[in-house]
């Protein structure tokens, strides 16, 4: 259930977000369990934007590579997927930026903080 509701969620979703998903048939205890194990296991990442809360998402592996929005407004997070053309441009500015610092760079994430549309 959790996996299925952060297939069809369009960015992290926390424990209380899920929970309202899901439907509280399921105990916050056991979505707290799972959460866990299923971080463990490599099928869910974790998300800090907002201090003190921990948002989750299905892994790149499985979800596809994206970004994310911010809004520091309402706290939302939204997924956000580049195009290839942009895709290959950050590409290349993250290896020059990781080649500046001496870092053997893998995998990036670009985090955009503003404001969503509904509290722009
Ligand atoms: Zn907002
Ligand atoms: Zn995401």
Do not use: K
Request: proline fraction near 3%; glycine fraction near 8%.
């Amino acid at each position: 259930m959790v996996i299925g509701a952060l297939a069809e969620a369009d960015g992290p979703r926390s424990a209380a977000e899920l929970s309202r998903a899901i439907g509280e048939s399921v105990p916050l205890s056991s979505l707290y369990r799972s959460l866990a194990v299923l971080e463990e296991v490599g099928v869910l990442a974790p998300h800090y934007s907002s201090p003190g809360l921990t948002r989750y998402e299905l892994a790149e592996w499985l979800s596809g590579h994206h970004h994310h929005l911010v809004c520091i407004g309402c706290g939302r997070v939204q997924d956000l997927e580049a195009d290839d053309a942009i895709e290959r441009r950050l590409q290349e500015i993250v290896a020059d930026v990781a080649r500046a610092a001496s870092f053997a760079e893998l995998n990036h994430a670009l985090e955009i903080e503003g404001h969503c549309a509904r509290c722009a």
